[in-house]
């Protein structure tokens, strides 16, 4: 496709490159079909970039560039390269060598098509010199990417021919097939006796041969995505053996072989992406026999055992749970959560009191529960367990049970959301004197945060009227209702017993009852619960854990994480404050924090608090010494935020309703609206705790609006509960700066609803609606469509066309970044570098522990030599918006990066390397670091990577297909992302990896001096 805008810009590179008198030029991603005439003019050029065109032919005036010692051609259909004395073959880059000759290629790199045909051959080797390569080492043969469900083409005859005589490349030490059909692993291999990677993936293979073992250099072997459903025992006998990838195949069960791989690092059993869901369900105690093993991937296993709160934690967790079963002996889990729902007065403590005891006698003056009432429940039942041979049993146990009774009224709609846990049973209590039973809002907050728990309705038919609901339409948008409703009078236990019956089954039945724990962990849990008091120090608890057989701290961890997943006690592992207590009883924390929203004074005081009043309100001896914790606990539940300056408190969901009148410029604002299918409460008054520090003046916040202001510029957002919307309008000097942070923290507060519906609209811009104040406004999910398209949309009231895209870029300029059209898919050397803050120096890291230290040491080295470094930590203390970070980082003159595998697999560490490349120059701004599994010199790793990206995008679009176009936001900026980052990671850690980086051992032997010079002479440049 022919795109002028993006040819221009390359014709403006190349300008640039005449004036500058350049030796390097990028014109990637750049739809060129042809070599630019004028790039033959650039005589002084050493380096030509042109990866990612459609370019099929060198022509001869490549001669003119004598000094031309590098021309990348990676992902290009080139049929055809002038034989150039000197210019030769080095994986699809051209090297400039003296002495070229066969004798020197060791990568060779074979891509093919749909049809199995090839698709950039390498212009100088001919497919009969490929049997004559001394020291060809590394071979990759395929696809760059392989689509989801496509059968992989078989080879062409020139192709199998080669694969058939693949036994006379015998210094091979890669060996990769991807995406080529070949039935079986071919023959030939068996020779190649110096292979260290074997990668056969996508390609139709069934068996894994026996002499696999024969292969005994093999450290990494890659048979994803095939028809396997076994390995051969003989696969246990390669001891070097690290990396496994058995990842979309069929497997039933992990296959016995792998677990006699003693130096496995690495275990890939994925599924869900070309093959359906897995079927999987143990990772067995053998799992103990692979001490080296640091990464187990079973995404899409239906995994029972052992729990997934364990599976979640990762592969030290699992060790930890099975070596706890094994020097203890197993329990079997039997507890759950029961969670009653329903608006004040429908008899939500009756049912709950009910159900524990059907003689309760009803009390007409039953007080409305403030917050929330846990009551335990147990009885006889009998539950399916998975015994530790695997076998299924039903065996009889006592199955305790937590009620969680909410408090109907509406101030604790907000909070309750968060207690609303998955794998726990619903109940929705209807209360059908009324006719306005707000039956939809809690279906859909249990449909937004139950991940699918199952739920039961009942109607409370207190004076024996019915009232009838359509339960079939209801069903239809909430696939976790069950049954039909239930009606009872509790006055009269009429319909009761139904329903204890199944709130009964359905809690037996909920999918992590009678998982096998070890012993201890249900000893530790007895302990805690028949403990009177509230809560306990950490130590305290650790000391309780220790006395029942626990004898590592990270085990007593994981059980009090694992307890609190279970809704029986509360610990916040990850708050500096709160992770120092563990609240055994949830309710007198809930209590505590609600007695605060209930309290008159700070209501009549529009939610302004002090100190002093919150001695009062926890002046009960059971918060003595505890009102920093509680004032933490509730500052973490987003329910207030300390003013600044002062020692007041405010609670906003107490402020005034009120809109205080303030004056606004609506001139050359932007505007934002967002509009929500089913709106959550809360999202407005979680905006305002995040962003407090913010708000100039505390007189300018009520219930439903804040105004925020930031460096001149200010915004207004205003929340409109019953139109289901929250507009945002910013105006001033940096009205998009602003904007950014408004729109990432409500995009923070939305993704916390993981089923939300909602869709941004960004007003038009056409010349109609600028004069108006009123203007027509697009969702941004249609505008996005448009802008992917390059096409122009209709204002609907001028019916002019505008650009979408630059509307995006106009109201969202990062979204419209991480937009990959056509038109704009990278530039690795586009815009020219603004000038940053003199000594300062960036640095991008993955938050993995080497790098954190890495990152450490070299802030304290810097700073030795007056150069700040500038971390994001640090930097975004404020909350500003962490994306507006990331893009500050795109614009510094100086970027530490350290590149670790972690890194390269970051969404969020690639979007900072991808727009720091977008703005170009990145080999005199970029000062990498590699950490060893980064692994980026390795042509093989690299495009392990860029497949890598191709599967995540994949897999997301997989996910979203048949999902409707406006619940997408947000989903598809994602996808946009992962699209760019795969078409970009190849080039960017190529040139990384061209860098002539030290070793992390000799950065940190010379204490950084050598980088630190280079950054000096960076920053004063
Ligand atoms: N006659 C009759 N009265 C009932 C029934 N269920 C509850 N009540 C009474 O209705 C009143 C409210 O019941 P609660 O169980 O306290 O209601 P709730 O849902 O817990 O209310 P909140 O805690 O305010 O959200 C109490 O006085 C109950 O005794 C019923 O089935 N029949
Ligand atoms: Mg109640």
Redesign the pocket.
């Known amino acids: 496709m022919t795109n002028f805008s993006t040819q221009e810009n390359a014709r403006k590179l190349i300008q640039q490159a005449r004036a500058e008198n350049s030796k390097k030029l990028s014109l990637v991603s750049a739809a060129l079909d042809e070599i630019p005439d004028e790039v033959f003019d650039l005589e002084q050029l050493e380096e030509l970039n042109l990866f990612n065109n459609n370019i099929r032919e060198v022509p001869d005036r490549i001669r003119d560039l004598v000094h031309l010692k590098r021309l990348s051609l990676i992902r290009n259909p080139i049929r055809k390269v002038p034989d150039i004395p000197g210019l030769g073959l080095d994986w699809s880059t051209y090297v400039r060598r003296n002495d070229f000759s066969p004798q020197h290629v060791e990568e060779i790199w074979i891509e093919i098509n749909e049809n199995g045909n090839v698709e950039s051959p390498n212009g100088l080797i001919r497919w009969r010199d490929l049997r004559h390569l001394p020291n060809l080492r590394w071979l990759y043969i395929g696809k760059i990417a392989i689509t989801q469900n496509q059968r992989s083409p078989a080879p062409s005859r020139h192709l199998r021919d080669l694969i058939n005589d693949i036994a006379v490349l015998g210094n091979l030490d890669t060996l990769v097939f991807f995406g080529v059909h070949l039935d079986v692993i071919p023959y030939g291999i068996r020779a190649l006796k110096r292979l260290h990677t074997l990668e056969v993936v996508a390609a139709g293979v069934r068996e894994i041969p026996d002499w696999i073992d024969e292969l005994s250099e093999l450290q990494k072997l890659d048979v994803s995505m095939n028809l396997l459903i076994d390995i051969p025992g003989s696969l246990a006998n390669l001891n070097r053996l690290k990396v496994l990838d058995l990842s979309e195949n069929s497997f039933a069960r992990i296959p016995e072989a792998v677990f006699g791989l003693s130096q496995l690092e690495q275990l890939d059993l994925q599924v869900g992406w070309t093959t359906t869901d897995g079927d999987i369900k143990q990772i067995p105690a053998e799992i103990l026999e692979l001490p080296n093993l640091t990464r187990l991937e079973v995404g899409g296993q239906p995994i029972e055992v052992p729990p997934l709160e364990v599976v979640d934690k990762g592969i030290e967790a699992i060790r930890n749970y099975w070596r706890q079963q094994q020097e203890v002996g197993i329990d079997y889990l039997c507890e759950a959560k029961l969670i009653i729902l329903?608006?004040?007065?429908?008899?939500?403590?009756?049912?709950a009191k009910k159900i524990k005891d059907p003689n309760y006698k009803?009390?007409?003056?039953?007080?409305?529960?403030e917050g929330i009432d846990v009551v335990r429940w147990s009885f006889p039942a009998a539950v399916r367990v998975r015994e530790e041979d695997g076998e299924e049993n039903v065996r009889s146990s006592e199955f305790k049970a937590s009620i969680w009774?909410?408090?109907?009224?509406e101030i604790y709609h907000a909070t309750h959301q968060f207690f609303l846990t998955r794998r726990s049973l619903y109940v929705l209590?209807a209360d059908d004197r009324k006719e306005d039973t707000d039956f939809n809002y809690w279906l859909q907050v249990v449909e937004l945060l139950s991940d699918q728990s199952p739920l039961l309705i009942v109607q409370?038919?207190?004076?024996d009227r019915q009232r009838n609901l359509d339960l079939g339409t209801l069903r239809a948008h909430f696939p976790n209702l069950l049954r039909d409703a239930f009606r009872?009078?509790?006055?009269t236990n009429r319909g009761l017993d139904g329903l204890t019956t199944a709130v009964r089954q359905e809690l037996e039945r909920l999918p992590h009852i009678g998982t096998p724990l070890p012993k201890t962990w249900s000893q530790v849990r007895t302990a805690l619960e028949s403990d009177p008091r509230n809560y306990i120090s950490l130590d305290e608890y650790l000391a309780v854990c220790e006395a029942n057989g626990f004898k590592r701290r990270e085990d007593k961890l994981q059980l009090s994480g694992y307890l609190h997943d279970l809704g029986i006690c509360l610990h916040f592992q990850d708050d500096p404050v709160l992770k120092n207590t563990v609240i055994l009883k949830p309710k007198w924390g809930t209590d505590a924090v609600y007695a605060v929203l209930d309290d008159h004074k700070i209501l009549d005081n529009r939610g302004r608090f002090g100190r002093r009043d919150l001695a009062y309100i926890w002046s009960d001896p059971a918060y003595a010494d505890m009102h920093d914790e509680l004032l933490h606990l509730m500052m973490r539940f987003k329910l207030c935020y300390p003013i600044p300056e002062t020692d007041a408190y405010i609670a906003p969901q107490l402020l005034s309703p009120t809109r205080p009148a303030y004056e606004w410029s609506a001139q050359g604002g932007l505007v934002v609206r967002y509009q929500y299918d089913f709106m959550p409460k809360g999202i407005l008054t979680r905006f305002i705790v995040a962003l407090h520090h913010l708000i100039p003046d505390q007189d300018l916040v009520w219930k439903s609006g804040v105004i925020l202001a930031r460096d001149g510029t200010r915004a207004e957002v205003i929340e409109d509960y019953s139109r289901r919307k929250i507009t945002a309008r910013v105006s001033g000097p940096d009205t998009r700066g602003l904007l950014a942070i408004v729109d990432d923290q409500l995009e923070r507060i939305h993704a916390s609803f993981p089923r939300l519906k909602y869709d941004r609209f960004l007003p038009c811009n056409c010349e109609v609606c600028r004069t108006h104040e009123e203007s027509f406004a697009y969702p941004l999910s249609e505008l996005r469509d448009f802008a992917a398209c390059g096409d122009m949309i209709q204002c609907r009231t001028s019916r002019k066309l505008v650009d979408a895209s630059n509307l995006i870029r106009d109201v969202l300029p990062y979204v419209a970044q991480s937009l990959v059209s056509a038109e704009r898919q990278i530039t690795l050397a586009r815009t020219e570098v603004p000038a940053a803050e003199p000594k300062e120096v960036f640095v991008s890291y993955a938050w993995t522990k080497e790098s954190t230290e890495v990152v450490d040491k070299l802030q304290e080295a810097l700073a030795c030599n007056d150069i700040t470094l500038l971390r994001d930590k640090d930097e975004v203390r404020y909350k500003d918006s962490i994306v507006s970070f990331m893009q500050r980082i795109g614009r510094g003159k100086a970027i530490v990066v350290i590149l670790s595998k972690k890194y390269l697999e970051s969404k969020n560490c690639m979007f900072e390397l991808t727009e720091v490349a977008e703005r170009g120059d990145v080999r005199d701004r970029v000062f990498p670091i590699i950490l060893g599994d980064a692994d980026i010199y390795d042509g093989i790793s690299r495009v392990g990577y860029v497949r890598y990206w191709e599967q995540k995008k994949a897999e997301l679009d997989a996910a979203i297909k048949g999902v409707s176009g406006e619940n997408l936001e947000g989903i598809r900026d994602e996808l946009d992302l992962y699209a760019h980052i795969r078409s970009t990671i190849a080039a960017i850690t190529d040139i990384l990896g061209d860098m002539n980086a030290l070793s992390l051992n000799e950065h940190q032997s010379l204490n950084f001096s050598a980088l630190i010079q280079k950054l000096q002479e960076r920053v004063e440049a």
């Open positions: 329903g608006e004040a007065g429908a008899g939500k403590t009756t049912l009803l009390e007409p003056q039953e007080s409305s529960t009774d909410f408090g109907g009224q209590v409370n038919e207190k004076q009872t009078n509790l006055a």
